[in-house]
């Protein structure tokens, strides 16, 4: 209920923006100034998770900045609505821990794999449907077509997101905190000596901080580099000359390509080193990236092939480096530590976001140039994380 009309709707949203007017520094700015909103959003949202439990701020949260933000979307027709409309899907960040810490609270390392793994087979799965948005763009335009998955995402969403609050506990760690903050009054949910506490952590255990480093860089790259940036589908048709209609098939190659590693790669992989899978992943990512930079015009299937490499590598990284975040950040200062690293991700992403369109408008292969040397540095962080974990870490953790 929330991947199947975000797939449809995220597809064509940056060419339903330039139909809007807006122009490639415009969508740069655009970038930049979702993740201004996202720096402040994610600054808070440690303190708003532990403040209203896990449960509640999931919902608040959630409905502001997906629901809200999108009809805002569908509303839009001059820069300064989309803008608004950024602005408010900043608050998604906030729901980015909570979220987060409901899944991985009260479960196993092996759970939280899976977990993950499942989340990402349920919303890639609804990549398979983008050829839906392809035939509804070529029929309707793409404004009628933009503007009916977006209000379809907002009724979507919403309902979802009541039931999943309905359906949902607060987890043994969130109703801690939250009587802890009944018992010693409220400036309990402001508690400033837990930013000592995270700094004693990652002094004593500095692959924390190695690790949280990588999770920051690969989340700065997916929104330039990806399948999941603004400046996907332009790339697709300015530079690679694939026709609109088209780039859903391009889509659905992706999503099938990530649905296969899920299911049948990832619980192969889990049995062996996390570190070793997650350096082949982003690997495979860079070497597919290196494709759609060199590779000529018109080339449906050399394209398609390179996003299938690309998605294989995408699909092994990502479980592995979510499941080993949560692993290394046990106990009550993870709410922190995920909003300190979300807030590292929205500043370097909304430096990224700024340059950005300056960078595609000068040219559009730097773009991916560019992702290709934060793969790189992200690999050789985690060969240091390698050689500083035990022998027997995997056998330990999975």
């Keep these: 209920m929330w991947g199947i009309p ?30 201004i909103s996202a720096i402040i959003f994610s600054m808070l949202a440690g303190p708003i998770t532990d403040t209203l439990g896990r449960r509640k701020t999931t919902l608040i949260f959630d409905i502001i900045g997906w629901p809200c933000s999108i ?18 899907n900043g608050a998604h960040r906030v729901t980015a ?9 009260d479960s196993s390392n092996e759970q939280r794999f899976a977990a993950f793994n499942l989340i990402n087979i349920i919303n890639i799965s609804a990549g398979l449907l983008t050829p839906i948005a392809g035939m509804a763009v ?91 940036s603004l400046y996907f589908a332009p790339y697709m048709s300015e530079v690679l000359g694939i026709e609109k209609s088209m ?24 049995r062996g080193d996390m570190v070793n899978n997650m350096i082949v992943g982003l690997m495979l990512q860079a070497a597919a990236l290196f494709l759609l930079v060199t590779i000529p ?7 398609a092939f390179s996003l299938v490499i690309f998605a294989a590598g995408f699909g092994i990284f990502k479980p592995c480096v979510d499941s080993m975040l949560a692993e290394l950040t046990e106990g009550k200062t993870r709410a922190t530590i995920y909003s300190l690293v979300n807030t590292g991700i929205s500043i370097l992403s909304a430096t990224m976001g700024l340059i950005s369109g300056y960078i595609y408008d000068l040219n ?33 953790a999975l």
């Design 247 to 270: 780039i859903s098939l391009l889509g659905v190659a992706n999503s099938a390509t990530m649905i296969i590693v899920f299911v049948f790669i990832n619980p192969v992989l889990s």
């Design 71 to 88: 009809l805002i979307y569908a509303l839009a027709h001059n820069f300064w609505m989309f803008a608004l409309g950024i602005i408010v």
């Design 297 to 303: 015009e018109n080339n449906f299937l050399i394209t």
């Design 6 to 35: 975000y797939v449809l709707y995220n597809f064509y949203l940056s060419l339903y923006m330039k139909s809007q007017g807006i122009t490639d520094k415009q969508i740069g700015f655009l970038i930049s100034l979702g993740f």
């Design 97 to 105: 821990v909570s979220f987060n810490l409901m899944v991985i609270e």
């Design 138 to 228: 070529k029929l309707y335009g793409i404004v009628k077509a933009e503007r009916f998955f977006l209000i379809f995402a907002v009724i979507s969403m919403t309902v979802m997101m009541i039931l999943r609050y309905h359906f949902h506990t607060e987890t043994l760690m969130g109703q801690t905190i939250l009587q802890e903050r009944l018992e010693h009054g409220k400036k309990s949910g402001l508690n400033k000596g837990i930013y000592r506490e995270i700094a004693a952590d990652l002094r004593c255990k500095p692959t924390i901080l190695m690790i949280m480093s990588v999770v920051i860089l690969f989340n700065m790259y997916t929104t330039i580099g990806t399948h999941l």
């Design 364 to 396: 559009p292969r730097l773009i991916y140039i560019i992702s290709i040397l934060i793969l790189t540095l992200c690999i050789a962080i985690l060969a240091v994380i390698k050689r500083s974990l035990p022998a027997d870490y995997t056998d330990v």
